[in-house]
Nanobody
Framework: QVQLVESGGGLVQAGGSLRLSCAAS????????MGWFRQAAGKERELVAQISRGEYTYYVDSVKGRFTISRDNAKNTVYLQMNSLKPEDTAVYYCAAKDLSSRRNEYDYWGQGTQVTVSS
């Protein structure tokens, strides 16, 4: 019902910046909170940032002050601005969305992932 496509990943030097984009299509009016997850090699997947329909935001401690999540409802797009990148940020980043119709407090839709590599 909802498709998510990430873009903007790539290779960047430590201290640099990247902006990830996630374009939603389909029944976008049914989406609630949206978030960005990441999974580094050999690590568990973790929630990096989340933004509600009311634009309340959450960030994992390790990215506070460096990353900013935002959404543009007119464009059906969510962004993750990543500044002061560190090698520890290297991971596959996934966009995800919750469906308003679901009683489960879980993410229902997932993008394919985009690789972010930060060199030292």
């Amino acid at each position: 019902q909802v498709q998510l496509v990430e873009s903007g990943g790539g290779l960047v030097q430590a201290g640099g910046s990247l902006r990830l984009s996630c374009a939603a299509s389909g029944r976008t009016f049914s989406t609630g909170a949206m978030g960005w997850f990441r999974q580094a090699a050999g690590k568990e997947r973790e929630l990096v940032a989340q933004i509600s329909r009311g634009e309340y935001t959450y960030y994992v401690d390790s990215v506070k002050g460096r990353f900013t999540i935002s959404r543009d409802n007119a464009k059906n797009t969510v962004y993750l601005q990543m500044n002061s990148l560190k090698p520890e940020d290297t991971a596959v980043y996934y966009c995800a969305a919750k469906d308003l119709s679901s009683r489960r407090n879980e993410y229902d839709y997932w993008g394919q992932g985009t690789q972010v590599t930060v060199s030292s």
